[in-house]
């Protein structure tokens, strides 16, 4: 009987053993589920601002895009402004040069018949010096 009760106190010092084994087991795997619990929870919040990150990227994409559309009408009707600035510009130094060609044909003209006129007076003078001359004689 006494080997019997020292194998009951070595079975029991065992299951003593074993039972601490067993708590300081439980508690590992209490704290694992709190640090998973937590893990879990960052990634949770992690997936949660990663999606709020992806919605405003696509926000500020759609943004651009329409700044850049409007950059691009804008400098489409900037482009056009000046091709009609560049038109109205052309067509008024045309104008202007048709003008000055009339006005310097104008004065050529005038130059031409005074030119004619004084020849024909000179004319006139040598023919009334002439006539002049002759009776004088």
């Known amino acids: 009987m006494a080997k019997q009760l020292d194998l009951l106190e070595g079975v029991e010092d065992n299951f003593e053993a074993l ?7 439980v508690k590992i795997i209490e704290e694992q589920k709190k640090q998973l619990a937590k893990l879990n929870q960052e990634a949770d919040e992690l997936a949660g601002r990663n999606q ?11 943004m651009l895009h329409d700044q ?8 489409s009707d900037l482009r056009s402004q000046l091709n009609d600035l560049e038109d109205a510009t052309k067509g008024k130094f045309e104008e ?5 060609q009339l006005e310097l044909k104008l004065k050529n003209d005038q130059v031409q018949r005074a030119t004619a006129e004084r020849e024909q007076v000179e004319r006139k003078m ?3 010096l002439e006539e002049l001359g002759m009776t004088s004689h």
Do not use: T
């Open 19 to 25: 039972k601490g084994n067993y708590n300081e087991a």
């Open 52 to 62: 709020q990150l992806e919605e405003d990227l696509r926000e500020i994409q759609l």
């Open 68 to 75: 850049q559309r409007v950059y691009s009408n804008h400098i």
């Open 96 to 100: 202007q040069i048709v003008s000055l």
């Open 126 to 128: 040598k023919l009334k």
